[in-house]
């Protein structure tokens, strides 16, 4: 099921615009939740896609540690 889509907002595009890094997020609770770091956003993609369920959030973070929430993959 491919992931939905929404509207990007001005502070989305600028973090994705300066991106440092990528984040991609899995899990509700700390506990269990799964965080990995990736240089492209094509490489956080790739990861998510392991999932197959669309339910990994990927976030775009600035050198300055500002982030935004880009996709869910």
Do not use: W
């Amino acid at each position: 099921m491919p992931a939905k889509t929404h509207a990007i907002t001005g502070h989305e595009a600028n973090c994705l615009a300066a991106a440092d890094h990528f984040i991609a997020c899995r899990g509700s609770k700390p506990a269990s939740r799964i965080r990995a770091r990736f240089d492209r956003i094509d490489q956080a993609e790739a990861f998510a896609a392991t999932f197959g369920d669309s339910r990994t959030m990927i976030y775009a973070v600035t050198a300055e540690g500002r982030s935004a929430h880009i996709k869910n993959a």
